[in-house]
């Protein structure tokens, strides 16, 4: 039986994936990281959900070095999976990309201007902008980017704006990574103040968090390809293989929600029963909830 669901649908569902840090040529990360397989295992669970999926999202560190071949990789792996969920693809880059090669590979553009988009998606705007401060791994806009920002902002989408950045704009618990966050939160805090922005999806700390700027929900997507281990002291960062994941972010009218999905591909059961199943079916649609919510 497929319930149709007590609420309404969201208006707009996106996936959203970080950290990839691709390695091309058969190179493992950290010595044991196979990255173009956990994206691949990632973007199969992607497919798998079954969801009408608006957009794919990738915030940053696409490559794990601005190796032009990984970003050559890039494409091969996702460009087949975007075709096939026919949705839009939306990429910005991260401290450990470089973007000559990143805008070269990916776009045909041989710039070092940040490739800063905005995609519509039926009257949802997503803006992503390249946080990457060359030279360092800490990030921050630069004042024309600001300024884009503003401007583009000016005016309101019918659905309002999802804002897609690598470094996320929140304090996150590791003394390591603070050193290396997004700078200055209170500037960007005050160019999206009484914007249409309603939520940022952001990467960079390799673990699931969420936080808020003001008053927009911050969502952190975990690395697809290694994870900072939040079950050690905070003043060690230790990479842990696993347990990687990506975001479902569901927009609905007054509301967004983010759920984790984990990579890897777990043993699972029907939680329910056939028979509870069969004897739903049997039960008015009206009646659904207090019959399968009253405790027996
Ligand atoms: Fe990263
Ligand atoms: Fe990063």
């Known amino acids: 039986m497929a319930f149709s669901g007590s609420r309404p649908a969201p208006t707009h569902v996106l996936a959203h994936l970080s950290d990839t840090h691709l390695i091309a040529g058969g190179g493992l990360l950290a010595g044991h990281i196979d990255t173009p397989e956990q994206l691949r295992k990632a973007l199969a669970r992607v497919e798998a959900s079954g969801e009408t999926f ?23 792996i996702v460009d087949p999976v975007v075709e096939r969920l026919g949705c839009d693809l939306v990429l910005t880059g ?67 704006t999802i804002l897609v950045i690598h470094h996320a704009p929140i304090t996150y618990r590791s003394p390591v990574m603070q050193l290396l966050d997004f700078d200055d939160v209170d500037r960007l805090r005050s160019v999206l103040d009484g914007t249409d922005v309603r939520a940022i999806l952001s990467g960079h700390l390799h673990v699931t968090s969420f936080g808020t700027l003001g008053g927009i929900p911050v969502f952190v997507a975990g690395g ?17 293989d696993g347990p990687q994941s ?12 983010g759920t984790v999905a984990p990579v890897e591909q777990h043993k699972t059961w029907p939680a329910l029963s056939e028979a509870v199943m069969e004897f739903m079916e049997t039960v008015p649609e009206q009646d659904r909830r207090t019959v399968f919510s009253t405790k027996r």
């Open 246 to 257: 990506w975001n479902l972010i569901e927009v609905h009218t007054d509301q967004v929600v």
């Open 224 to 240: 697809i390809s290694y994870v900072d281990d939040v079950g050690a002291p905070r003043d060690l960062l230790m990479g842990v």
């Open 94 to 160: 991260g401290n450990h990309d470089e973007r000559r090669p990143m805008s070269l590979a990916l776009y045909g553009e041989d710039s070092d201007d940040p490739h800063d988009t905005v995609t519509f998606v039926r009257g949802l705007r997503i803006i992503a902008l390249d946080s990457a401060v060359p030279g360092f791994h800490h990030g921050g806009f630069s004042d024309a980017q600001y300024a884009w920002l503003a401007r583009e902002l000016e005016t309101a989408a019918e659905h309002g």
């Open 54 to 76: 608006d957009a794919l999202v990738i915030s940053g560190d696409l490559a794990d070095s601005g190796d032009p071949a990984a970003y050559a990789l890039l494409r091969e």
